[in-house]
């Protein structure tokens, strides 16, 4: 699988962390899949203004995610960038549980 994985896949740089990041963000994808097969899903309204399910509080964790880290590197470079994922981790929680 590996040597496989390896011929196929030379034409794209890849690093331990784009490794990482897609294969989690592959599993969460398939978690949700399993989550949503044993327990479906009830669409409910938090704090945004229409009724979400949990894929789109997934989506929209995500991407909001993606604009507050690149909003951080916009400001402050890659000083501290710790801070960013806290403050996008903090963020993603508290869409994903109250959004």
Do not use: C, Q
């Not at 331990?16 to 599993?27: A, T």
């Not at 398939?30 to 949503?36: E, P, Q, T």
């Not at 229409?50 to 402050?76: Q, Y």
């Not at 000083?79 to 960013?84: D, K, P, T």
């Amino acid at each position: 699988m590996i040597e496989w994985l390896a011929t196929n896949l030379e034409w794209m740089y890849w690093t331990i962390p784009s490794g990482i990041f897609f294969g989690g963000l592959f599993l969460v994808v398939a978690g949700m899949g399993v989550w949503d097969h044993f327990s479906p899903n009830i669409n409910r309204k938090g704090f945004f203004p229409m009724e979400t399910s949990r894929g789109d509080r997934l989506f929209i964790g995500i991407i909001s995610t993606i604009g507050i880290i690149l909003l951080w590197l916009a400001l402050f470079g890659d000083n501290f960038l710790w801070g960013a994922i806290a403050l996008s981790s903090a963020w993603f929680l508290i869409e994903a549980r109250w959004g």
